[in-house]
């Protein structure tokens, strides 16, 4: 693995905008570590499930504001979709040749893990183990037994994020066209839609109206991705990203403080139900709160987008420096090499990890006791060793050729 790496550090040209691939692979390995670090276990019915400590554990709320890295991983997108774009347009390809390319590059390391827990969850009806779950299939037979459906973390709950990207892959190309047709109209309609439906969803009860900022909130840092890979970014001046990081810090301080809400008096408590504001945690609780900012997001996620990604443009020069040293780039191309692997995998090395432990009486706390912060060293140190088995079985199935490492997006 060590000469493949050496192969593929000296085959990066020049022109390789390190940073991004850096981006991407920081995002993903902090949603690892998040999911393992806030995971509490729970088996009920004979079924394996797991909520978040965040809601259980009073301030955690503040460190979703700097680890929610999806804006990060949307805005890496935006980048390599519009160079990839460009790549496949210059070499005379048509647009279905690279939406194709971009599909097949997430669904081939996908379809082996599906395939892996179709074979888990054959076994489990064959043998009549494990609570059932999941929509009915025939009779009382449910879709699956022990775990839940993908809405649960544990283990299929990168699937909806997959879902969600794929989408995004196939927009694509439009999201580009309109980039270059109407440029900074396109985010500042972003920005607008997503109040709008805040404003409208909230205060008139519509709740399925919400949903529309699935493609506000989410599609926003995807579109700022295309001006960072259009040179647009680079040229603009580092008081245009403080400004991204003061407006979007601030925005989220006001919005999920009371006081803010308090001059619409009683009519607060409607729009909010009884918080009468937005939460502050950017995460979903899996307790009984009143407002989700993630599910589906609000302005307050909005404006974690606009932070994070200025954010990430004020250590872009120190970073890209940094990224030039052989040790960290290595790094770098190794988890970029694997990235669909570590992302589809770590609940399931998470699990691997929960059915050893569990019979014998270790990680059952149900709240974020002194107990278990202790445990959170083990049970991440354990399922990063089951998560390398993994890679190392499953890692192949990613596309780890020179020619193809060696391109832009």
């Known amino acids: 693995m060590s000469g493949r790496l050496e192969e593929l550090a000296r085959a990066t040209p020049a022109t390789r905008d390190r940073y991004v691939d850096f981006l991407r692979a920081a995002s993903i390995a902090a949603v690892v570590f ?10 009920e019915r004979d079924i394996f499930s797991t909520t978040s400590a965040v809601g259980a554990t009073s301030g ?40 194709r390319s971009r599909l097949e590059r997430l669904l ?4 082996v893990f599906l395939g892996f827990w179709l074979v888990v969850q054959a076994a489990l009806h064959l043998f009549d183990v494990g609570g059932a779950a999941g929509p009915e299939l025939l009779g009382d037979t449910r879709l699956l037994r022990g775990m839940y ?10 699937l909806w994020f997959l879902a969600v990207y794929l989408v995004v892959v196939c927009v694509a190309p439009a999201t580009i066209w309109l980039h270059r047709r109407f440029r900074w109209w396109v985010p500042a309609v972003m920005v607008a839609g997503a109040i709008v439906v805040d404003v409208v969803g909230f205060g008139a009860d519509m709740g399925r109206l919400r ?95 606009i932070w994070s990604i200025g954010a990430v443009m004020l250590l872009r020069p120190w970073l890209t420096r940094w990224l030039q040293r052989d040790r960290p780039w290595k790094a770098t191309i190794f988890l970029n090499s694997v990235i669909m692997t570590l992302f589809l995998w770590h609940m399931t090395a998470y699990f691997a990890v929960l059915l050893l432990l569990w019979p014998l009486g270790v990680g059952r706390e149900q709240d974020s006791t002194s107990s278990w912060w202790l445990l959170r060293p083990v049970f991440i140190g354990l399922s990063a060793v089951v998560l390398a088995a993994i890679v190392a079985l499953v890692g192949r199935f990613e596309r780890p050729r020179v020619r193809q490492a060696a391109r832009t997006s």
């Open 149 to 158: 459906p993908p809405a649960a973390t544990l283990p299929f709950g990168p």
């Open 60 to 99: 955690m709320w503040l460190a979703t504001w700097a680890f929610q890295v999806m804006p990060v991983f949307f805005f890496v997108g935006g980048f390599s979709n519009l160079v990839t774009y460009d790549a496949f347009r210059r070499r005379g390809e048509p647009t279905s040749a690279f939406v």
């Open 211 to 305: 949903y529309l900022n699935v493609v506000f909130v989410l599609l926003l840092p995807h579109q700022l991705g295309h001006f960072y890979a259009d040179g647009t970014f680079g040229r603009l001046p580092r008081r245009a990203f403080w400004t991204m990081v003061l407006v979007g810090l601030g925005g989220l301080v006001l919005m999920t403080n009371p006081w803010v809400f308090e001059p619409f008096g009683s009519a607060r408590f409607d729009w909010f139900g009884d918080v009468g504001h937005y939460s502050k945690s950017l995460l979903g609780t899996d307790v009984a709160e009143e407002i989700s900012n993630a599910y589906p997001p609000t302005v307050c996620f909005l404006l974690a987008d």
């Open 108 to 111: 081939r390391p996908s379809l």
């Open 34 to 43: 998040g999911h393992w670090f806030i995971s509490i276990n729970h088996f």
